[in-house]
């Protein structure tokens, strides 16, 4: 599933190829994604210019000055850039066609993907107005972090997948940041004072600034490539490592399961 560096990373992959430019169409293959893709889609981007290109969580908004595209990539959306001339694979369900015969195309096998215009603030659609605070953004801290988390009784790992608390962290980046942060993912979040929110809300940062950073390094490919952020697999300390000794540590590395998602974490570095 493609999660918030990954977002960001095709953010900034796009955005030097679209800021500025003129769309001559839009394609609506398949019109039924988790909602209706609009009818009038194409009517309303033809001729339109890409003022900028922005993220909220993990929703992509190209804004057209009249109005804005959101875009999510759902569970199994990717954004290609082809050539206008690509023939479309069977779930390629939308092309966004640019005048400088850049065609950006969402390939989305399982369609929960989302495709909307919104002629308001995007920032106050129903669907984004209630997302937390944006984990890369100066604000986002310890402070922050503590007063959306402290009267929660959850376990802190499902606390910081809950959008509403931080946006766009997902199962990876929980688990990673939690490690970092010495921080056992099963630990009742009100239990975790000013000191360790601040360490905590650095290493959120820190974890996914190191996966955009890492597909940063492989963009051209990334725009069009699979699912996580390029090369940050390999930096995983406890993500999918069940069984393996710990990087730091050596102990073995314990797999749990937490609201249906796999938990990895040091049951020695983390308490
Ligand atoms: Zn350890």
Redesign the pocket.
């Given at each position: 599933m493609p999660e918030l560096p990954e977002v960001e990373t095709t953010r900034r992959g796009l955005a030097p190829l679209l800021v500025g430019k003129r769309v001559r169409t839009a394609v609506v293959r398949h019109p039924m994604l988790r909602q209706p893709v609009p009818r009038n889609l194409p009517k309303l981007l033809a001729g339109a210019t890409i003022h900028h290109l922005a993220r909220r969580g993990k929703y992509l908004l190209f804004d057209c000055g009249k109005g804005t595209l959101i875009l999510h990539l759902g569970m199994s959306g990717r954004l290609w850039v082809v050539k206008s001339a690509t023939p479309p694979d069977k779930h390629d369900h939308f092309d966004l066609v640019m005048e400088n015969d850049i065609v950006v195309r969402l390939r989305d096998p399982r369609r929960f993907g989302l495709i909307l215009w919104t002629t308001g603030d995007p920032l106050r659609h129903p669907l984004l107005a209630a997302i937390g605070p944006e984990p890369l953004a100066p604000e986002f801290d310890g402070e922050t972090l503590y007063r959306a988390i402290h009267h929660r009784s959850a376990a802190i790992k499902q606390v910081l997948m809950d959008s509403h608390v931080v946006a766009g962290v997902g199962n990876i980046y929980a688990n990673e940041a939690l490690f970092r942060s010495g921080i056992n993912p099963r630990t009742p979040a009100r239990r975790i004072g000013p000191e360790r929110c601040r360490l905590l809300a650095k290493n959120i940062r820190k974890t996914l600034e190191s996966a955009i950073v890492a597909g940063g390094s492989s963009l051209r490919d990334y725009v069009g490539s699979d699912g996580l952020a390029g090369n940050f697999q390999s930096q995983f300390m406890v993500y999918g490592r069940a069984g393996q000794p710990?990087r730091?540590?050596g102990?073995n590395i314990r797999e749990i399961r937490q609201g249906q998602r796999s938990t990895y974490y040091?049951p020695?570095?983390q308490k």
């Amino acid at each position: 599933m493609p999660e918030l560096p990954e977002v960001e990373t095709t953010r900034r992959g796009l955005a030097p190829l679209l800021v500025g430019k003129r769309v001559r169409t839009a394609v609506v293959r398949h019109p039924m994604l988790r909602q209706p893709v609009p009818r009038n889609l194409p009517k309303l981007l033809a001729g339109a210019t890409i003022h900028h290109l922005a993220r909220r969580g993990k929703y992509l908004l190209f804004d057209c000055g009249k109005g804005t595209l959101i875009l999510h990539l759902g569970m199994s959306g990717r954004l290609w850039v082809v050539k206008s001339a690509t023939p479309p694979d069977k779930h390629d369900h939308f092309d966004l066609v640019m005048e400088n015969d850049i065609v950006v195309r969402l390939r989305d096998p399982r369609r929960f993907g989302l495709i909307l215009w919104t002629t308001g603030d995007p920032l106050r659609h129903p669907l984004l107005a209630a997302i937390g605070p944006e984990p890369l953004a100066p604000e986002f801290d310890g402070e922050t972090l503590y007063r959306a988390i402290h009267h929660r009784s959850a376990a802190i790992k499902q606390v910081l997948m809950d959008s509403h608390v931080v946006a766009g962290v997902g199962n990876i980046y929980a688990n990673e940041a939690l490690f970092r942060s010495g921080i056992n993912p099963r630990t009742p979040a009100r239990r975790i004072g000013p000191e360790r929110c601040r360490l905590l809300a650095k290493n959120i940062r820190k974890t996914l600034e190191s996966a955009i950073v890492a597909g940063g390094s492989s963009l051209r490919d990334y725009v069009g490539s699979d699912g996580l952020a390029g090369n940050f697999q390999s930096q995983f300390m406890v993500y999918g490592r069940a069984g393996q000794p710990c990087r730091r540590c050596g102990v073995n590395i314990r797999e749990i399961r937490q609201g249906q998602r796999s938990t990895y974490y040091c049951p020695q570095c983390q308490k």
